[in-house]
């Protein structure tokens, strides 16, 4: 699993950011996440405060990354200005064995941080997380309708090797608020622990069909209760990723039984993500 950084100007800031992020995944593997933040400040004596000034520390980065460090990468996400300028002064302090493996992330601080811990969670290689955490404000500019981009591309289409039978299945919102950030996550934990396909819509708002690993996409279908997605699945596991998922569905996503854990396939029957 890959380590995440954060580094920003404000403490207080990062330490909240990565206290929501660890919020969507309350349970399970998650990724280890280190945070280079602020300049601690010092009384007269020397001594540090509990107080901290606007800053960033190259050294202190390199450092955060080090301790993160993982054979499958490290992702550095920051916030701006100088901190950008740190993160990059910061690989030049490490060793090419760990340099080699990190990189810099573009991405929104706190929805890049969101959809990055989320899908590290589920085992996803370097490149996965990174490009889910650049896509961090594709559900935000949906609602908004701010995007100046044409917008995500079309699903690829199905090759010959893959034209199997699809699964399809309607799932009922039955949560009373609807499928927001918590349940999202859970769904994409699910949706990654299968060696399967899974794409979700939601018909009666938009023809749009999004992949049920992606935590913007999901937030973009904006479903609320008394809509009803369609889950469309194929590959290996793909009857059992639509039994799990389904009945992650009938429970509010997870709401309607707090934060119970819901069964994923067996050790065996996991796929090895990025191998």
């Keep these: 699993m890959i380590g995440i950084v954060v ?62 460090d993982s054979p499958d990468g490290v992702l550095v996400l920051m916030d701006i200005g100088s901190a950008v300028m740190s993160a990059q002064l910061a690989t030049e302090f490490l060793g090419p064995d760990v340099a080699t493996h990190v990189q810099l992330c573009s991405a929104p601080l706190v929805e890049g941080l969101i959809a990055a811990v989320v899908t590290a969670a589920g085992g996803a290689p370097l490149a996965r997380v990174a490009a889910m955490a650049r ?27 893959d034209a199997r039978p699809t699964v399809v299945r309607d799932l009922p919102v039955v949560s009373r608020i609807g499928l927001h950030l918590r349940p999202v996550a859970r769904l994409v934990a699910l949706a990654q622990a299968y060696d399967a396909d899974v794409w979700l819509s939601n018909p009666g708002r938009a023809s749009v069909r999004v992949q049920a690993s ?37 429970s509010g996503f997870g709401d309607l039984d707090g934060d119970a854990d819901f069964p994923g396939p067996s050790t065996a029957a996991r796929r090895s993500i990025g191998e």
């Design 7 to 68: 580094v920003s100007h404000s403490r207080p800031l990062a330490d909240a950011a990565v206290a929501l992020a660890g919020a969507t995944v309350p349970t399970g593997p998650r990724p280890g996440v280190a945070i280079a933040a602020g300049i601690p400040q010092h009384d007269d004596s020397g001594t540090a405060s509990p107080s901290w000034a606007f800053g960033t520390d190259a050294a202190v980065v390199a450092e955060a990354i080090t301790s993160v």
């Design 135 to 161: 896509d961090g404000l594709a559900a935000k500019q949906d609602l908004v309708g701010d995007q100046v981009t044409a917008g995500t591309p079309d699903p690829p289409v199905p090759t010959a090797d």
């Design 214 to 250: 992606d935590i913007t996409e999901l937030l973009a279908l904006a479903a609320t209760q008394g809509d009803t997605l369609r889950l469309e699945a194929s590959g290996r596991q793909a009857e059992e990723a639509a039994a799990a998922i389904g009945a992650l569905a009938a």
